[in-house]
């Protein structure tokens, strides 16, 4: 079965970077995206960017672009997420999903979060 | 951006009951539509892709409909463990915008 497992919580002041890992397993294909979506506390859901684990494609939320990366490793399992700047309301647990690249690109499989704290 | 909208924002119903959630986008998505549900302290999960389509594992008194700017979540027959947070997802297109939820408690 197809499983995502995401790296630990993380602690940075206002100003750093932050790189949150999603690691994929039980795929027989490649041609999937990987999103990156967070929750601020008690708040709804947020999406972030995508990228194609295929063809390495990333594409992002206008109010996050030039603060936010998205990538893939050579091995094509494991995508990371690269926040900069960060500020306290950059708070949140961040979620990786996993979902079809083509159709109606829904998000399927989900990791089980990374909170990132941001604190002075 | 598409935006996203959802009704209620919240509601209470009891076990038994029939439930509604509306979801609108703010231009067409054709059926680019998907529900998730979440409990507290856990991850989404999908219920249904493509406005319609149920997901394996998803109980069958969960059910969606709806194309273009209209779209609704419907279940059947409220059971104890269908409290939590249901949301809606646009992916028509970039960003894959959601809505912003709508709480649902069993009285």
């Known amino acids: 079965q197809v499983l995502l497992v995401q790296s630990g919580a993380e602690l940075r002041k206002p100003g750093g970077s932050v790189r949150v890992s999603c690691q994929t397993s039980?795929?027989?294909?490649?041609?999937?995206?990987i999103h990156w979506v967070r929750q601020a506390p008690g708040q709804g859901l947020e999406w972030l960017g995508c990228?194609?684990?295929?063809?390495?494609?990333?594409h992002y939320a206008q109010k996050f672009q030039g603060r936010v990366s998205v990538t893939r490793d050579t091995s094509i399992t494991t995508s990371n997420m690269d926040l900069s700047r960060l500020r306290p309301d950059d708070t949140a647990i961040y979620y990786c999903?996993?979902?079809?690249?083509?159709?109606?690109?829904?998000?399927?499989?989900w990791g089980q979060g990374s909170l990132v704290t941001v604190s002075s | 951006d598409i935006q996203m909208t959802q009704s209620p924002s919240s509601l209470s119903a009891s076990v038994g009951d029939r439930v509604t959630i509306t979801c609108r986008a703010s231009?067409?998505?054709?059926?680019?539509l998907n529900w998730y549900a979440q409990k507290a302290g856990k991850a989404p999960k999908l219920l249904i892709s493509?406005?319609?389509t149920l997901q394996s594992g998803v109980p069958s008194t969960f059910s969606g409909s709806g194309s273009g700017t209209e779209f609704t979540l419907t279940i059947s027959r409220l059971q104890p463990e269908d409290f939590g947070t249901y949301y809606c997802?646009?992916?028509?297109?970039?960003?894959?915008?959601f809505g912003p939820g709508t709480k649902v408690d069993i009285k």
């Open positions: 999903a996993s979902g079809p690249a083509r159709g109606v690109r829904s998000l399927d499989y």
């Open positions: 039980g795929y027989t294909f490649t041609d999937y995206y």
């Open positions: 990228i194609n684990l295929n063809v390495g494609g990333a």
């Open positions: 231009q067409s998505i054709n059926n680019y």
């Open positions: 493509g406005a319609s």
């Open positions: 997802q646009q992916s028509f297109s970039t960003p894959f915008t």
